[in-house]
């Protein structure tokens, strides 16, 4: 089984530096996925209101006999529940779903500008963490300025931001802020979803080198950043391949080289997407 080295927040809580995406796992695969996925190691697993698999994850936890101290489980608030009131009815809702006295990372997965309820949202989410229903609290896919403001107005910072992150969008500015701000970044979609990232010639080379998968390379890449990627598989092989990224070290020059892509988004722009 492979061990997972622990990477500490900012709240004095620690992390896995590698976690299992559920997205899009129906509630019946996500079961299975979680159960056997926490069988071999993985002790992150990264579900949301909006993946509809809450269900089948909280089951998976329960079925997999490790002891519920030694996972961490993130959800996410989605966007037709921002508000402060509306926060906190959705939390317990999340939380009936999943079957969990306590979820260990809130965050809020879009922050929608234009609906500008966010700060709301999370004065609400550092209730329920000093009610100790949550551990830790974050957000997903916000700009500097976006955690500026929760800074500005409540004086915390989140934990976490997870945002789409992989070779094609490195996103080296909001990594550094994040750094700067001791704030852990977690990399949705790593493997870069929908785009021929895995058969690159590059990233292909470097795995036959290493005698890895191509998906090894990438993922060993954001732990060399500093990120904490969360890739999703229904498949038991690529989730222990996945996992197994601890082993072997990238130089500078292959970083530089996995780095070395166009840059462009695969999914929404937290400036303008709406997510409800």
Request: proline share 7%; aromatic share 6%; no cysteine.
């Amino acid at each position: 089984m492979t061990t997972v080295p622990q990477r500490t927040l900012n709240d004095g809580r620690t992390m896995p530096a590698l976690g299992l995406g559920t997205y899009p796992l129906p509630d019946g695969v996500a079961e299975e996925a979680v159960a056997d996925a926490l069988g071999t190691g993985y002790r992150l697993i990264d579900t949301a209101a909006n993946y509809g698999n809450e269900t089948g994850v909280g089951r998976g936890v329960a079925r997999s006999g490790v002891a519920r101290e030694d996972i961490r489980v993130t959800t996410k608030l989605p966007g037709r529940h921002h508000g402060y009131e509306e926060t906190l009815a959705s939390f317990e809702e999340s939380r009936a779903r999943l079957g969990l006295e306590y979820v260990d990372l809130y965050l809020i997965h879009w922050p929608l500008p234009r609906q500008d309820r966010y700060v709301d949202s999370w004065r609400a989410m550092l209730k329920l963490r000093d009610d100790g229903l949550i551990r830790s609290v974050g957000v997903s896919n916000f700009t500097q300025e976006q955690i500026e403001r929760l800074e500005l107005e409540t004086g915390v910072l989140p934990a976490v931001n997870q945002i789409e992150l992989h070779p094609l969008l490195a996103q080296p500015e909001l990594r550094e802020f994040h750094t700067a701000k001791d704030i852990i970044t977690q990399s949705w979609s790593p493997l870069g979803r929908g785009s021929s990232l895995l058969d690159d010639p590059g990233v292909t080379a470097l795995a036959e080198s290493h005698g890895v998968t191509p998906a090894q390379v990438i993922l060993r890449w954001h732990v060399q950043l500093g990120a904490v990627p969360i890739p999703k598989s229904g498949d038991p092989q690529r989730r222990r391949s996945n996992l197994d990224v601890f082993g072997f070290t990238l130089t500078p020059d292959e970083l530089a080289l996995v780095s070395a892509r166009p840059q462009r988004r695969l999914g929404g722009d937290p400036e303008h997407h709406e997510e409800f």
